[in-house]
């Protein structure tokens, strides 16, 4: 896109579309800012497609989903295709289609993973335990390619598998193992398990196997019921949840996708994602909140740069994602980042997304925009990624004190938000209650930290933030020096001259008799807030606090020939004050009285003696944020 | 704990493959107005019932097809919008193809629409003002107006547009523009006539 032609009506409806890519979107933003006649066309045409947008929805006539059943049900059924080898009658079952691993298990894929980066690995399980059934079963799918035979012997189940290592389809492999957890003791069984995840389910014949993730270990494990797991054994496992008894009792897990999943399994790092009530409870387990705790949604941006690091004839291209920097060692997302093939087919292009706008995913909408979820200690997953830079946003789930990338959350509730970085404070509203979206409850909330971008070493992040501090109080001095300067103008028409400043002690300072028009120097009075309270509060100098004047805060500093003018001055970044009010000058011509001086800044005004000029180095944010000089403000 | 989530449509199509029927009625009852919102802009008001009915046999024929590898939202306005081409290919045409694809890039126009109390499309009541569009979006041909509604009305990406009516990327966008750009061009008209 060039800065020199038009933008085309394709370039603004992909740019409205947020399918720009992210190198021309910049380029399109910043055309539409300077353009004007673009920028009619743009907002127009955008008014057009709101216009469709709102438009009212259809609705189906009544009856309708009753007809579609009816007749839905008059068609035959489809014909399962498994083999059972008789010992029990069995349910037919359809194939599992090809795509259900996939989809509901991102954790299967970090078995995948393992295996590929272990490619000889047999695996074989026994479960000890009953209550699998009594019968020898045995799937051989053309379909799916999955082998499994599950067949009891005497107080045991035993499942062999023949992971098809090294083929082509995920699918083709099925791995059951018991799960060892030497760590959990009895009376820790309840907070192990809550550390265990339930990421999807297959079904072989009538056996459900559950897909598991250990957060303790960071494993990822198949399991049947009757198994054990750690100290627990599963009594049950169904397309809803897994029941595991333990010493203690039953705890219940229930069934997360594997999206949802591989969110928590990269610890506390979730996705924006419809949360529904029991995955909002997981969390609030899993982070061990009580009911009443808040629960802090924290939305970050990041960069991640995807950089193709080599192509294997097996699986095509082997994409690995790596942030463009740690974040102090403590940013909890991934250090690699891969990218599952199928999400990719037919999505060749990046994801394009315009300044400022970030993919929000669901679960049910796994698209190669999810990437930026999957998790580091999976290592290399098979995939196709463009090289690129991708902005992403991060989710992380946290409660008061826990960490947020280099945040401390310092005071959490379901309004508000106060984080720390170093000295920096930070206080947020929430932007969005979960239960807005009618998924978690009212005291999930979330918070755009957005505005902070996340891959930024420790210092890069120190100097974001000063330099953020001091665009703030430069805001908040120009704010107040405009209060500053009615009150003062208030206080004259009473008057009939301006008030005299006051030196550090508070005592005003008065000019001598008899000499005129000369300029006193010193700080606010307090006269402007009492008797007479032209002011509620004598605002401080935001810049005041790091003068020579240790960690006082200091008032503005102000001067004034009474009768005529005013200068209000606030030190600046560089905590040093320049800016001064000169004496009167004989001069009268209108020139600088000396050269440096500035001349008078209210032009409306001419220069006549009386009024204010001012000399020393002035504050100019196009110097650098943290430049010296003064912010000041004259009048009248 | 609490247990049943809401059940993703992908989800749901597992068991509408296995012949669950409540599981079906649950996935027509989710999409129902959708469809037969995208139909009845397709094909018109009078056909628009039966192409859905259409549509959902189709849907609960072919799930055990349904690979994953788009979206349930993609599939269902697939298999509608095959529904749809089907019918007429019957009369030997195929509604969706376009004889011309819009130019990519440069080849619209775009005369901005007055925002202004004179404008007469905005003084019209808000009723009125949707029959208008209506009539307008039902004037563009069938392959501009898929496009547009899959986008405007469903939202859907391009990919996922490209997906469902089987044309290229590129393609999406300058349907879409061609469709905008020819409403604008109506309402326009309007602006001048009155």
């Known amino acids: 896109m060039n800065e020199e032609r038009h933008l085309t009506l394709e370039e603004m409806m992909t740019y409205l579309d947020a399918e720009l890519t992210p190198s021309d979107a910049p380029r399109c933003r910043d055309h539409l800012l300077a353009c004007t006649q673009c920028a ?75 295996l590929w980066l272990e490619p000889n690995r047999h695996q074989e399980m026994r479960l000890a335990g009953g209550g699998a059934g009594e019968s020898q079963l045995s799937i051989d799918d053309a379909t799916t390619g999955l082998k499994v035979s599950l067949s009891e012997i005497p107080h045991a189940t035993q499942a062999e598998l023949t992971p098809a290592l090294g083929g082509q389809n995920h699918e083709e492999s099925e791995i059951v193992w018991s799960h060892e957890v030497a760590s959990a003791t ?66 219940q897990l229930p069934l997360l996708t594997g999206d949802m999943a591989t969110r928590i399994f990269s610890h506390r790092v979730v996705l924006f994602s419809t949360m529904s009530g029991s995955e909002n409870e997981f969390i609030r387990s899993l982070l061990g909140a009580k009911d009443e705790d808040p629960i802090g949604v924290f939305m970050l941006r990041r960069e991640s740069t995807v950089k193709k690091v080599s192509d294997t004839p097996e699986n095509g291209h082997l994409g690995r994602v790596t942030p463009a920097a740690e974040l102090n060692g403590r940013l909890v997302t991934a ?91 930070f206080d947020l509203e929430s932007s969005l209650s979960f239960d807005a979206l009618g998924v978690g409850d009212e005291k999930t909330v979330l918070f755009d930290l957005s505005q902070f971008q996340m891959d930024e070493t420790t210092a890069a992040m120190e100097e974001a933030l000063a330099e953020r501090e001091i665009r703030d109080n430069v805001a908040r001095a120009k704010a107040e020096m405009r209060t500053l300067a009615v009150a003062l103008e ?73 009768a005529n003018s005013w200068l209000i001055v606030s030190v600046g970044p560089d905590g040093r004050a320049q800016v001064d009010m000169l004496d009167y000058v004989e001069r009268q011509d209108g020139g600088p009285a000396n050269q440096g001086d500035i001349p008078l800044l209210i032009p409306s005004l001419g220069i006549t003696p009386y009024s204010p000029r001012v000399s020393g180095w002035i504050y100019d944010p196009t110097n650098g944020i943290r430049s010296d000089g003064d912010i000041f403000r004259t009048g009248p | 704990m609490e247990l049943a989530a809401e059940r993703s449509d992908e989800a749901l199509l ?109 003084r019209l009541a808000e ?9 307008a979006i039902a004037q563009l041909s069938a392959p501009l107006r898929a496009v547009l509604v899959l986008s405007l009305r469903e939202g859907m990406t391009y990919a996922e547009i490209a997906r469902t009516l089987g044309i290229a990327k590129g393609t999406v966008c300058s349907r879409k523009v061609a469709a905008l750009a020819q409403l604008n061009r109506t309402l326009r008209f309007l602006e001048n006539e009155r």
């Open chain 1, 490 to 562: 208030s206080y004259y028409i009473d008057h009939e001259s301006y008030p005299l400043p006051v030196d550090e002690y508070g005592v005003t300072i008065t000019t001598s008799e008899g000499e005129e028009l000369v300029a006193v120097t010193g700080y606010i009075p307090t006269c402007l807030t009492t008797p007479i309270a032209y002011l509620s509060t004598l605002p401080e100098d935001p810049f005041g606090g790091v003068t020579g004047q240790g960690t006082k805060r200091a008032r503005y500093r102000y001067s004034t020939s009474p």
């Open chain 2, 14 to 122: 597992v068991d509408v493959a296995e012949g669950h029927a409540e599981a079906f009625r649950e996935l027509v009852g989710r999409y129902q107005d959708r469809v037969i919102g995208y139909l009845r802009r397709m094909a018109g008001e009078e056909s628009a019932r039966d192409l859905a009915q259409d549509t959902f046999l189709r849907v609960w024929q072919s799930a055990p097809g349904f690979r994953g590898d788009a979206s349930a939202k993609t599939w269902i306005f697939r298999i509608a919008t095959n529904a749809m081409r089907d019918r007429h290919r019957r009369k030997g045409i195929d509604p969706l193809a376009l004889a011309v694809e819009p130019p990519a890039g440069g080849g619209e126009s775009w005369e901005p629409v007055l925002v202004s109390p004179g404008n007469p499309f905005e």
């Open chain 2, 127 to 135: 009723l009125e003002q949707q029959q208008i569009l209506e009539d």
């Open chain 1, 40 to 114: 009619r066309v743009f907002e127009s045409l955008k008014r057009t497609v709101n216009k469709i947008v709102a438009l009212p929805e259809s609705e189906a006539p009544a009856g309708f989903a009753d007809e579609a059943v009816q007749r839905a049900l008059d068609e035959p059924a489809h014909a399962p295709d498994i083999e059972v080898i008789p010992g029990r009658a069995q349910a037919q079952r359809p194939p599992i289609p090809r795509w259900l691993p996939l989809a509901l298990a991102a954790g299967l894929l970090v078995v995948l993973a393992a």
């Open chain 1, 335 to 425: 250090s690699e980042i891969l990218v599952q093939e199928e999400f990719l087919k037919g999505h060749g292009e990046p994801i394009p997304l315009p300044p400022g706008i970030f993919p929000v995913f669901t679960i049910n909408d796994l698209t190669p925009g999810s990437w930026d979820v999957f998790e580091p200690l999976s290592s290399i997953r098979s995939g196709l990624m463009r090289d690129g830079v991708y902005p992403h946003v991060v989710m992380i789930v946290a409660l008061e004190g826990d960490q947020v990338g280099p945040f401390t959350v310092e005071r959490l509730s379901s309004a508000s938000a106060t984080l720390s970085f170093g000295r920096y404070r």
């Open chain 1, 186 to 251: 009895p009376e820790s069984a309840t907070e192990w398990a809550r550390q265990l995840v339930y990421s999807g389910f297959s079904r072989i014949g009538d056996y459900i196997t559950a897909q598991m993730l250990d957060l303790n270990s960071m494993q990822t494990f198949r399991t049947v019921a009757g198994a054990h797991i750690g100290p627990a054994t599963v009594t049950a496992i169904d397309e809803i949840s897994v029941t595991l008894l333990m010493i203690d009792g039953e705890f």
